[in-house]
């Protein structure tokens, strides 16, 4: 999987987009600017009705009073029958006169005298209708009682805080939709250039990210990021152009120890010396491949024989000693025979070196008619369970080695056609026994006749 395949697979869960966050704070910012605002806007159209109907009461109060003031209204005669309720009073709340629509929609039969039970309550209810009610002095006369009902107002109260309700309600869901719409749009740039960034191949040239038209916050971060890319590419040019140096100072004097080794070995017979003439060999190829990598990549050309196992076991005994050979090396292995050795020399090596002098190492060579199948173990602690796939990164190590034998041996495998996977073994009571690593190849499926003439072109 691509480092890009997980961004395009599952988009950041909704809790976690900074477009959410940003539109989630618009949104109640602008619900809290909403709901003072409109508290404060139906206050004040409440408070406006409320003196306008206070106004109107009074001045239908003092409607009635001029009636008795001006003489044009005999206290004989029965009050005239409008929309409102009124009552003359004396100075202590006693019954002078009441309108009809008071008698009526009340039941009560109100007598001259009676107490007025309505005198102390500015609001009260008749016939569920709400009323509010205001005196008036008269002279000469007593007080002057007047009600007016006041639905209307109550159902604009009413209508207003439904409105004001529903507004907090509809408003934060068409905030936070449009919030997130802006912030898509808005955002669109900085989501573009997580794709990018999250594409780059380190190992390859860190091209920078398209800038936006827009000079903008998001436009100030990609700037930043291109510059710290650029600052990176530098920095990795340096070390390969160091590690290049360093391997070419290397090389020459590698060389002239392998032909030194050979010809002395060749010379004496010592095993020792025929023993450090491989170790030379295989350094060779370990700067060889640290040349490599310093242009910027790994890569190795195969040189194809068909070799006896046997040859390959004589070769990796003399390397790594103390090793275990297991299994059937009676058959020929169609290889590149140096690379081969040198994967399987990554892998001992590194057994041996965890395993200890006094730990076991064993190679298990294992075929079938489609594949063959080393099996290197050792008596170690086994491998870091968090460094997982990443045990075979370049100069990642589990402990005290240059992390880069085990990138080559699953190269090398990969060029023959096959793989290399590595775990660990358990004993019989499920505790780790040590590492374990299988190197497949593909088999040879030679027939007889060739065989036996690639037999011939490689010395026993």
């Given at each position: ?13 909704w ?24 508290f404060g ?38 009050l ?29 039969d ?29 002279p ?26 529903l ?36 190992s ?90 310093a ?11 068909f ?83 990443r ?49 497949t ?14 037999l ?5």
């Amino acid at each position: 999987m691509t480092p890009g395949a997980g961004l395009h697979s599952a988009r950041v869960a909704w809790r976690h987009s900074l477009r959410f966050r940003l539109s989630l704070m618009y949104t109640l910012g602008a619900l809290l600017i909403t709901a003072v605002i409109g508290f404060g806007i139906t206050a004040y159209l409440l408070g406006q009705m409320n003196r306008q109907f206070d106004t109107r009461l009074a001045e239908r109060a003092e409607a009635v009073a001029d009636r008795f003031t001006s003489g044009t209204q005999d206290i004989g005669k029965r009050l005239p029958a409008n929309n409102i309720y009124t009552a003359v009073l004396t100075e202590d709340n006693r019954v002078l006169a009441v309108s009809a629509s008071l008698r009526t929609d009340t039941g009560r039969d109100f007598k001259f005298g009676d107490e007025f039970p309505y005198a102390h309550h500015a609001s009260f209810d008749i016939l569920d209708v709400p009323l509010r009610s205001t005196i008036r002095p008269v002279p000469e006369y007593g007080l002057v009682w007047v009600a007016l009902p006041e639905t209307d107002l109550v159902v604009a109260r009413n209508s207003a805080a439904r409105a004001l309700l529903l507004s907090l309600l509809v408003a934060p869901l068409l905030l936070l939709l449009l919030g997130w719409l802006v912030g898509q749009r808005m955002l669109a740039g900085l989501g573009d250039a997580a794709e990018l960034a999250d594409r780059i191949d380190p190992s390859r040239s860190l091209a920078t990210l398209p800038l936006p038209e827009r000079e903008d916050e998001v436009h100030r971060l990609l700037t930043a990021i291109n510059r710290l890319l650029v600052r990176i590419e530098a920095g990795q040019q340096r070390e390969k152009q160091l590690l290049g140096q360093i391997v070419h100072e290397l090389g020459a004097p590698l060389t002239v120890l392998k032909a030194s080794l050979s010809s002395a070995g060749e010379r004496t017979g010592d095993p020792e010396v025929m023993r450090a003439a491989l170790v030379a060999d295989e350094l060779t190829f370990t700067t060889q491949d640290l040349m490599q990598l310093a242009r910027g990549q790994l890569e190795m050309k195969l040189v194809w024989h068909f070799i006896p196992a046997q040859t390959l076991r004589a070769r990796l005994d003399r390397l790594v000693s103390g090793v275990q050979f297991e299994g059937d090396w009676t058959g020929g292995i169609l290889c590149d025979p140096d690379r081969l050795t040198q994967a399987l020399r990554n892998l001992l090596a590194n057994a041996r070196r965890h395993a200890g002098v006094d730990g076991t190492v064993s190679c298990r060579l294992d075929e079938t008619p489609e594949w063959l199948t080393f099996t290197v173990r050792d008596s170690g602690p086994g491998l870091p369970p968090e460094l997982g796939e990443r045990i075979f990164d370049p100069f990642v190590s589990g402990a005290g080695s240059s992390g880069l034998g085990l990138s080559v041996s699953r190269q090398i495998a990969v060029m023959h056609g096959g793989n290399l996977v590595g775990g660990n073994h358990f004993s019989a009571g499920g505790v780790v026994a040590g590492a374990e690593f299988l190197l497949t190849i593909p088999g040879a499926a030679l027939g007889e006749d060739e065989e036996d003439e690639l037999l011939e072109e490689v010395p026993a």
